[in-house]
């Protein structure tokens, strides 16, 4: 694998400990099911951004370049979001929560293989890394990435 695609999908998307997505009841009238998606979308970037921020990977929404975050910047990230899971697949949008949850995945098993680089991507793919980029650039304003 390219070491661009590794890096990529090593700093994509992390942590939030904000409050749960509250999904629109069955029935639930359009707008209010937009209103909820939108809330969830906003709380997200937050999370994304702040962790990221947080632990130095990132300065006024926009990643900073890979040779300047350091492994064990990369490592706290990673961290955070394995310690945040069940909040961040919480208030993660619907449409890219698979995406969210093979990110973690592939998190957990970074760790348990001691950060190896060599750490295979599964079950995230190439895909899902380019949808949770595209989703921090188009609906996060997050640039850099």
């Given at each position: ?85 069940s ?18 995945t ?8 001691h ?31």
């Amino acid at each position: 694998m390219r070491k661009s695609i590794r890096t990529a999908a090593l700093t994509t998307v992390v942590l939030g400990v904000l409050g749960t997505f509250a999904a629109a009841a069955p029935g639930a009238s359009r707008s209010t099911a937009n209103a909820t998606a939108d809330r969830s979308a906003a709380e997200w970037c937050a999370a994304v951004i702040r962790i990221n921020t947080k632990y130095g990977a990132m300065k006024n929404k926009r990643y900073l370049p890979q040779n300047q975050v350091p492994m064990r910047t990369r490592i706290a990230i990673f961290e955070a979001a394995l310690a945040g899971r069940s909040k961040l697949l919480a208030i993660t949008p619907p449409e890219i929560r698979k995406a969210q949850r093979d990110e973690l995945t592939f998190f957990a098993h970074l760790k348990a293989n001691h950060y190896a680089t060599t750490t295979p991507l599964a079950p995230l793919t190439i895909a899902e890394i380019h949808q949770l980029a595209a989703f921090q650039r188009t609906k996060c304003g997050i640039s850099g990435i």
